[in-house]
């Protein structure tokens, strides 16, 4: 397999139909759980017991000081009752919202590989696939994949439950060591999950027989899978910390001002807050379309791939199929 040509021609589709950069935003959401919180003591007849003490906060100003203060009585004379319906609230809007991302990200995930299959398909001098295009192609082959992706969800929650102490004991056994048996079966899972969703879109089979067809195509191109998971899974490393790295500019400002106001007395967080927030609507949407367009192109590479694998396994039995029997 020429993996020059995978990696260069995935290039060359997504920036010709940045179109496919959108999905690839999309396709990065993912469901977050719920974060539970528990409710306080309850408030007597005065709430200044779970209020902020002002001797502790010696090193902000004036108005600093009160204003956290009276933050902190107004918390305090909340009844329990209250932070339980919040509580609840908050535990349904993180559901629905994961649900809402889930379902984004599996139709990003659909799009690229939509998209990219219909951009192999085409001409060179094919025009740039519309939003329109991308969203047919998809359309028939999204139930199918978030129902895989639930399904594989499930699945595998159940098995890491089932399987969480045989797992600490053989960490534990090993010193560690066991660790490394997890790799394998990590990179198998990986390929096996991208090649069904490919197949199912690429081919339009149903679930069970892109499973099927996934299986053949990677235990017949072991070696060729395994040195993508490697190459993309590299540079993929190196790309999410090379985006992570301004992230630490944000709070740059705010850590300034906090350096300053503990060494010399002066100055007030609030500059360094309003700092740090301006600074993040800057970098914020710029990272969130550099991860986007990394995992466009990962989700390129990847069915470009299977694209060459499949067809590969297509020629075998057509090879055969066309040998002539001799009596």
């Avoid at 020429?2 to 060359?12: Q, T, V």
């Avoid at 990065?28 to 007597?44: E, I, K, L, R």
């Avoid at 235990?219 to 630490?248: E, K, Q, W």
Wanted: charged content about 10%; glycine content about 10%.
């Amino acid at each position: 397999m020429n993996y020059g040509e995978i990696l260069s021609k995935a290039w060359k589709i997504i920036w010709k139909n940045k179109i496919l950069w959108l999905f690839g935003i999309l396709a990065g959401c993912s469901a977050s759980g719920g974060v539970g919180s528990s409710g306080g003591s309850s408030a007597g007849s005065s709430g200044t017991n779970a209020a902020i003490n002002p001797d502790s906060l010696d090193f902000l100003g004036s108005s600093t000081q009160k204003a956290l203060t009276d933050f902190g009585q107004l918390i305090a004379g909340i009844d329990v009752w209250v932070w339980i319906l919040l509580a609840i609230g908050l535990f349904v809007v993180v559901f629905i919202l994961s649900i809402a991302f889930y379902m984004l990200g599996t139709l990003g995930e659909t799009g690229v590989i939509a998209g990219t299959s219909l951009a192999d398909k085409a001409d060179q001098d094919a025009p740039r696939l519309s939003l329109g295009a991308v969203f047919t192609a998809l359309k028939p082959h999204y139930w199918k994949v978030l129902l895989f992706r639930i399904g594989y969800g499930l699945i595998n929650f159940f098995i890491v439950l089932f399987l969480l102490i045989p797992i600490i004991l053989l960490m534990t056994c090993t010193c560690c060591l066991g660790f490394l048996l997890l790799i394998p079966v990590g990179w198998f899972l990986e390929i096996m999950v991208r090649f069904t969703i490919i197949a199912i879109i690429d081919e339009g089979l149903g679930i069970f027989p892109a499973i099927s067809r996934a299986w053949a195509v990677f235990t017949r191109n072991l070696l060729p899978a395994v040195v993508m998971v490697l190459i993309l899974g590299l540079g993929g490393l190196i790309v999410a910390v090379a985006i992570s790295l301004p992230l630490l500019l944000i709070l740059l400002p705010f850590g300034i001002i906090l350096t300053i106001m503990l060494t010399t007395g002066s100055g007030t967080l609030m500059a360094g807050l309003i700092f740090s927030i301006l600074l993040s609507l800057v970098l914020v949407p710029v990272l969130i379309l550099l991860s986007g367009v990394f995992q466009t192109y990962v989700l390129a590479a990847w069915t470009l791939t299977y694209r060459r694998l499949s067809l590969n396994e297509d020629l075998k039995p057509t090879l055969l199929s066309d040998t002539p029997v001799e009596d």
